[in-house]
């Protein structure tokens, strides 16, 4: 696995550090051009990464993708899980990346400025949202890979907006199964959102503070069967392919 893992990695380096120098360059220009250290500058730094994390996932899955058309891959003694399980670990390691890079610039702008107008519980809020927008991005990931591998299962033209069709489906429809059994939102799309803000005393440095709102154990544990049920559906199709 971990073969394939740099074999993969090596084939897209050249692209996931184009992505990397524009993030950091866009990043400079922020700092250099804004008036001054405050709220919207760190909101627009988080926005960078963010675009920054998506483009690392789209590099995943897009290679994933071109693997189950490419005829020379299926030579190679790679099994179906391997096959599947590849992208995942590299979207996770690339996002592990981004978020190495943001703590970074998190820990630069501490030693260079005061940050008293964030929140005085952002090292705990920040943990959960990293945790949180993992879980989303895996999820997403999941479902959108998931979707295109039935896609590119049927002989059929067309099959880009079938893959389309079966993600707009599955999104809608594990939302309606969770709001139907346990009455929440989709936490694997919503929960790095599912958050409220308070205003603060001015005498604590900042306007405000972050509150999380509880998760739904029931629904969560729900959608880890449906990522395993998906990634059991992936490997069969892939494991059939390879046969075929």
């Not at 988080?46 to 675009?51: D, G, M, R």
Request: net charge positive; hydrophobic share 55%; with cysteine.
């Amino acid at each position: 696995m971990l073969k394939l893992l740099k074999y993969d990695l090596k084939r897209r380096q050249e692209r996931i550090l184009v992505f990397i120098v524009i993030a950091l360059l866009a990043q400079a220009g922020l700092w250099i051009y804004s008036a001054k250290m405050d709220v919207d500058l760190v909101t627009l730094n988080l926005a960078v990464y963010c675009i920054l994390a998506i483009a690392m996932i789209f590099i995943a899955v897009t290679g994933y993708f071109r693997n189950l058309k490419s005829y020379q891959r299926r030579l190679l003694p790679v099994t179906a899980q391997q096959t599947v399980l590849s992208p995942m670990l590299l979207a996770l390691l690339l996002t592990g990346v981004v978020i190495l890079l943001g703590l970074g610039h998190l820990g630069i702008y501490k030693l260079l400025y005061t940050m008293d107008f964030l929140p005085g519980n952002l090292l705990t809020v920040g943990f959960r949202v990293l945790l949180q927008s993992v879980w989303s991005i895996l999820f997403l990931m999941v479902m959108v890979m998931f979707s295109f591998t039935v896609a590119y299962s049927l002989r059929m033209r067309l099959r880009v907006w079938v893959g389309i069709a079966l993600l707009a489906l599955l999104q809608n429809g594990i939302g309606y199964l969770e709001k139907v059994l346990f009455d929440t939102n989709f936490i694997g799309l919503d929960s790095p959102f599912n958050f409220k803000i308070y205003p603060v005393s001015p005498q604590s440095g900042s306007d405000f503070t972050i509150k999380y709102l509880p998760v739904n154990q029931g629904a969560l544990l729900f959608e880890v069967a449906v990522v395993c049920l998906m990634i059991y559906g992936m490997v069969t199709l892939v494991r059939r392919r390879i046969e075929v």
